[in-house]
């Protein structure tokens, strides 16, 4: 730290950081456009001017563009001068030259960085009278609407697209003042986190399209901090919602998580929580012939369900809370609770679970994946199951440059130098898979397999590693020779991470990905690493209550060991064969299913609740490095319609019980359930005692839902009753269902619904938010580590070396994940339906061949009592003998994975 003096007072600053970063650190406020904390310095704009004096008691000084300027001892500074001032006003005008003053009609008014700083000069009067440059917009797919005329040249889209996030399809093109920001045709953006560009461009060019469709100001929006729920990373959101419909996703900063980026799935994904095309109510009866029910009637019909019925079994779900699985566990009994995973996955996850639970493994956060110098991805298709962490990895691959930049005396914030390095220097991934990934173009090597070719080769790492584990025989010498070379570049680098996970449903697999890391701990010469991914968003929060598998829960009804079966946000059809389903359904009236989607189960159950989903209630996931977060409730359904009976699942399940018990209710808000299920699982305790309880206030204030410029309220309702009624009580959480309440940033408030600051109102309003702009936020860090306390190093799984197989004799179907349709929600998603992939099988180039086959002929085979007919895709990498379906979609269930394949020839008509 050194002293500087910026209009006349002192301040102590970071040496690393640039001045405009020091500054807005400092709380002071400076315009600025093409800076980002993200992105470095280019010092394109020339907004961020500030005036520097050789002594305090020069007063003529020099103008230097504050987000170039490197931080030096005894440096005086002024930013209100008559000099920089007047520079500043000058600047924004000459950017607004060409620029359409559109803010009453542009969409990011309210919201905009350019509307800010534009205030921030006191920049309020046009000299400009002559014709305006245009340009013709651009189709950039379904989700981003694409308005060039509003561009002011910052280069912030091109320089987070295609330098940070990789993207191949989007440029800058022209000189001078005729610069265009596209595509080189119109067409959909290809890169996973194209979304981002509505947050990073600092104007209106890049907007929402989801939002679009049904718009309104930011200021008219109510928020909650939300846990995006489509994979298992847990990005921070911010949810908002208007006439009870969410209307808009942006990400929530957390500096350990997802920083300012979110990928296009969770920004996306949401219109599934609609209340249109949703169960409203409960009901009694299947299809047409159904009954609705009201909420005494409901739970009377369920007490008569668990009389009619000695024993139940409650199947829970992954993509449900902490909350609702245990509530469902406490219903039916913990011998009775069924996880809902098949058996591949629930071995995955165990296996996962006592790595956490035993191993002194360390599991980094998505942000420290960064700062890792060597990568070996084994057996995951990161871009399309876990984008935010295939982001994170090319980053981590980019930091070689960095340093590198540093030891020459560049600092790490200038963004120039350092991007030309990175073409030259780069850190070491490593990629094992089934097939060719998104990521591979940043890769140093690449090796497509089968899962056991995968095992084999893990495994002469592992020996390569440690000569004292077997030597794997019947492998080429070339891929010896490559195991040594890995071995030894993760055993000599500074920090090597192992990524993993459960989305190939193989035990082998993470074993073998196991043994290595720990082989490099007992080594104890470097930091090892180990991130192990799951499918759905609380696997991990699901897998620490036990229970057995859904095969074995449908086995014991079939053996008449039991005689009910209960379903919590869980469709059987997407874990097992349609004709499985089918059947197990036909006749059954001893179904209840509590669900906030139509799904098949849904539709097929004789009793059916009708439950929130994750923006109607409150609860606590677990995300894939053991950390327990928190979402909120964003707003109150039945305060739009009366009519509509939509229910937390813990509540009615708890309503149920104690209803069939004669008992008084004992759960009255979400802290009750919390207190429960932490002294039944100790394990959980650490949640109790971190996260912030209903009772939390500040200065006795709730947290406001909304912004305080929050307008039109009497509308919301003015459709049932002009007369506005009280607000709804949010008696489960800390925040209140108004603009009533503290919204400003504070270091006890690490949920922050919503981004927003006196003269800040575009999501830049962050840095308002934290101590050191992009780095530490003012409260911390959200959420609780709950495996972070572990000593032990386990022994090896030497198990994998006498089970590896060498031959693969028979078709196997391997899973094909896609970003858009293997998540099971946004499946429902109207937008989303439009983006998933025809359905394919793929295959082979060589395979292709042998069967006679062309790229645009149809394979038909016969799996798990179906006869399959799809189009074929040609792959050059994928191994022989094994095909690729899109695994996770409808009509394709996890049950698909790792199956032999009968009949399988060319389809002739």
């Not at 379903?567 to 997407?574: I, N, Q, S």
Request: aromatic share 12%; with cysteine.
């Amino acid at each position: 730290m050194v002293k500087i003096y910026i209009n006349g007072k002192i301040y102590y600053a970071n040496e690393s950081d640039n001045l405009l970063q020091a500054c807005l650190s400092f709380g002071l406020n400076i315009p600025y456009f093409c800076w980002h904390p993200i992105l470095g310095s280019v010092g394109v704009c020339r907004q961020c001017a500030v005036t520097q004096h050789d002594s305090c008691f020069e007063d003529q000084g020099r103008l230097v563009m504050s987000c170039i300027t490197p931080i030096s001892k005894e440096m005086n500074i002024s930013i209100n001068d008559r000099a920089s001032t007047l520079f500043r006003q000058n600047i924004i005008e000459l950017l607004l030259a060409n620029h359409p003053h559109d803010c009453p009609v542009c969409e990011e008014g309210g919201n905009c960085h350019l509307q800010d700083m534009t205030v921030m000069t006191q920049h309020s009067f046009r000299n400009y009278r002559f014709l305006k440059r245009t340009h013709t917009n651009q189709y950039l797919g379904s989700f981003i609407k694409h308005e060039m005329n509003r561009c002011i040249g910052c280069y912030r889209c091109v320089r987070y697209y295609k330098d940070y996030a990789d993207g191949s399809d989007f440029d800058v093109y022209g000189a001078n003042n005729n610069i265009y920001f596209g595509r080189i045709e119109d067409g959909n953006l290809e890169n996973e986190h194209s979304g981002n560009l509505i947050e990073i461009c600092p104007t209106g060019v890049f907007t929402d399209k989801t939002h679009s469709k049904k718009y309104n100001r930011k200021w008219d929006m109510q928020y909650a901090p939300g846990i995006c729920q489509y994979c298992s990373v847990g990005c921070n959101v911010s949810i908002g919602e208007r006439y009870g419909e969410i209307r808009r996703i942006e990400n929530r900063y957390h500096e350990s998580i997802n920083h300012y980026l979110i990928c296009d799935l969770g920004r996306f994904g949401y219109s599934h929580t609609t209340l249109k095309n949703r169960p409203t109510r409960p009901s009694k009866g299947i299809d047409n012939k159904a009954d609705i029910l009201n909420f005494d009637q409901s739970i009377e019909n369920c007490v008569n369900f668990f009389h009619n019925y000695k024993r139940v079994i409650g199947v829970g779900s992954s993509r449900a809370s902490i909350e609702n699985n245990f509530a469902l566990q406490e219903l039916v009994g913990k011998n009775n609770f069924s996880n809902g995973m098949s058996n591949k996955e629930h071995r995955c996850i165990q296996l996962i679970l006592s790595t956490l639970k035993n191993n002194n493994l360390y599991v980094p956060s998505l942000k420290e994946i960064e700062s890792y110098d060597t990568i070996l991805v084994i057996g995951e298709d990161l871009t399309q199951t876990s984008p935010r962490v295939a982001l994170a990895i090319r980053q981590a691959i980019k930091n070689k440059a960095k340093k590198l930049a540093v030891s020459n005396g560049i600092p790490e914030w200038n963004a120039s130098p350092i991007s030309n390095t990175t073409e030259n220097h780069r850190n070491s991934l490593y990629i094992m898979n089934t097939h060719e990934t998104k990521l591979d173009d940043v890769a140093e090597w690449c090796y497509f397999g089968s899962i056991d070719q995968q095992v084999k080769l893990l495994c002469a790492i592992s020996h390569a590693l440690d000569k004292k584990l077997p030597n794997i025989k019947n492998i080429h010498d070339d891929l010896i020779k490559k195991a040594f070379y890995i071995a030894d570049k993760l055993i000599s680098s500074k920090k090597s991470l192992i990524v993993s996970g459960s989305h190939s449903f193989s035990v082998s697999l993470i074993k073998a990905s196991i043994n290595i890391a720990t082989i490099i701990k007992k080594k104890n010469i470097n930091h090892i690493g180990v991130t192990l991914l799951t499918a759905s968003s609380n696997a991990l929060g699901l897998g620490l209550m036990d229970g057995f598998s859904i095969e074995e829960a449908l086995e014991k009804l079939s053996q008449k060991t039991a005689d009910a079966i209960i379903f919590m946000e869980y469709d059987l059809y997407r874990y097992l064969p349609k004709s499985d389903c089918d059947a197990f359904f036909k006749n059954k009236k001893n179904v209840l299913t509590l669900d906030h989607q139509y799904t098949k189960t849904y539709k097929k159950s004789e009793l059916s609740l009708s439950s929130a989903n994750y923006t109607e209630s409150s609860g606590t996931i677990i995300n894939f490095e053991g950390r327990a977060q928190r979402f909120f409730q964003v707003y109150s359904p039945s305060f739009y319609d009366k009519k509509y009976c939509i229910h937390p699942s813990w509540k009615w399940l708890h309503f149920i019980k104690r209803k069939f018990e004669k008992k008084q209710i004992s759960w009255i808000n979400l802290d009750d359930v919390v207190s429960s299920y932490c002294q039944k699982y100790k394990i959980f305790k650490k949640i109790n005692i971190s996260e912030p309880d209903s009772s939390f206030r500040i200065h006795g204030q709730k947290i406001a839902r909304s912004p305080h410029r929050f307008s039109g309220r009497t509308a919301l309702r003015s459709h049932i009753n002009v007369h506005e009624p009280a607000q709804p009580e949010d008696i489960n959480t800390m925040f209140s269902f108004s603009m009533e309440g503290y919204s400003k940033p504070n270091k006890l408030i690490s949920h922050i619904p919503f981004a927003w600051f006196p003269g800040w109102n575009s999501p830049q309003a962050w840095n308002k938010f934290q101590k050191e702009v992009g780095k530490k936020s003012l409260s911390g860090d959200s959420g609780v580590h709950l495996f972070r306390d572990n000593r032990k190093i386990e022994d090896l799984y030497v198990d994998i070396f006498s089970k590896v197989s060498f031959q693969q004799k028979y078709w196997r179907i391997i899973p094909y994940y896609h970003i858009f349709g293997s998540e099971e929600l946004t499946q429902y998603s109207s937008i989303i339906q439009d983006n998933i992939p025809s359905e394919y099988l793929l295959i082979n180039e060589l395979d292709a061949f042998e069967l006679g086959c062309k790229k645009t002929s149809m394979i038909k085979f016969f799996c798990l009592k179906k006869m399959f007919c799809l189009p074929i895709r040609l792959s050059k990498f994928l191994s022989r003998k094994q095909i690729g379906l899109p695994i996770g979609r409808k009509g394709f269930p996890m049950s698909l994975v790792g199956e032999k394949v009968e009949y399988l020839q060319e389809y002739v008509k």
